[in-house]
């Protein structure tokens, strides 16, 4: 089983739609929890971090569900410029990243 | 300032052939990292340095090895080069004082083996 799962797509969908993604992850030890961006054929940046409480950043809302051990990620009124992949990243319980494969999003007009 | 940069951009190897991968970042970060990305499965940490002088393995080490003299600077060697070694490799970086976790990454080598 990997360690961080998400669905990979594709998600296509209109521009202005509510997306949502979700990742799952197997060590409970985890401690931090994030959203990376990834554009075609360009490096991984930082989306958001992941909080308990959750966490809004503009369009973007990001939830945890430390029991279940599922994050999600939430897009509302979607533009073209957020088709990108989206990996869902999870600490370790040391210094390390583990990163889920991705999820792929298409936004079309 | 620059962040990370990485050197070659791409590289054509041929198998037996070996060659050195430089990441070099400058925000004085402790810690740094090299990756490799295929199709389907997400990022791997290849290596990892917790500071100038010291290296570890990560979960795909095998094949590879690392060098950080300097702070600035972490090399990624490939002794001798394999086909299953095509893939993207990135670097990044991070400083634990920050949290540790955002990880700021270097535009990536693209390297195919033939």
């Known amino acids: 089983r990997k360690e961080v799962e998400q669905d990979p797509g594709p998600f296509n969908v209109p521009e202005g739609a509510t997306v949502a993604f979700n990742c799952t992850y197997s060590n409970s030890a985890s401690q931090s929890f994030f959203w990376y961006r990834q554009d075609c054929r360009k490096e991984p940046k930082l989306l958001m971090s992941v909080y308990s409480s959750g966490n809004e950043d503009g369009r973007f809302t990001a939830q945890l569900n430390r029991a279940s051990q599922y994050i999600s990620l939430l897009i509302r009124d979607s533009k073209l410029s957020d088709s990108a992949t989206y990996l869902c990243v999870v600490t370790d319980d040391g210094n390390k990243l583990v990163f889920g494969a991705g999820t792929i999003l298409r936004v079309k007009s | 300032n620059a962040g990370v940069t990485q050197t070659p951009k791409f590289r054509v190897l041929k198998t037996g052939q070996s060659m050195t991968l430089l990441c070099a970042q400058d925000?004085?970060?402790?810690?740094m990292y090299w990756y490799r990305q295929d199709p389907g499965m997400g990022l791997r940490l290849i290596h990892y340095s917790v500071g100038e002088g010291t290296t570890a393995k990560g979960e795909v080490p095998d094949g590879y090895n690392v060098s950080r003299l300097k702070k600035q600077n972490f090399l990624l060697g490939l002794e001798s080069a394999a086909p299953s070694q095509t893939s993207v490799y990135f670097c990044?970086?991070?400083?634990?004082?920050?949290?540790?976790?955002?990880?700021?990454f270097g535009p990536g080598t693209r390297l195919t083996v033939t």
């Open positions: 990044a970086s991070t400083d634990p004082g920050q949290g540790l976790y955002e990880q700021y």
């Open positions: 925000m004085n970060h402790e810690y």
